[in-house]
């Protein structure tokens, strides 16, 4: 009896424990404001220090951002808030103006006198 007693506590707290395992997702974001390397560096500097964020890269040259998460402490709403907070739009989240307007000039738009010169 005081093995079954043992058997069922410790099935119970593996049950636990796995159940408890917070799960990962992960989106592709479009990034379309990114510019440079120096844009991708700002972002995943930034991000990397955000509660929930497992991992983050940004591809420039495709202006996407793919990013993994845990669920159970943020969410992709939050996430194209944080971009949006550096400076960048995020998919449909506008980037915020007072970011925006610090970022250094090769990483605005170039409507706004920014962007990289073409190379010949």
Not at 9 to 18: D, M, P, S, Y
Not at 38 to 56: F, T, V
Request: hydrophobic share 35%.
């Amino acid at each position: 009896m005081k093995k079954l007693a043992l058997f069922l506590t410790i099935l119970f707290g593996a049950t636990a424990t796995f159940a408890q395992t917070p799960s990962r997702m992960t989106a592709v974001i479009k990034v379309p404001t990114v510019q440079c390397q120096e844009c991708k560096d700002r972002i995943e500097k930034y991000m990397s220090h955000e509660d929930g964020i497992q991992k983050i890269n940004v591809d420039f040259k495709k202006k996407t951002c793919t990013v993994t998460w845990l669920t159970d402490r943020t969410n992709i709403e939050n996430i194209k808030a944080m971009i949006a907070n550096v400076g960048y739009d995020a998919d449909d989240v506008t980037a915020e103006p007072d970011a925006y307007k610090r970022l250094p000039l090769c990483c605005k738009k170039p409507e706004d006198g920014g962007g990289h010169p073409a190379k010949p």
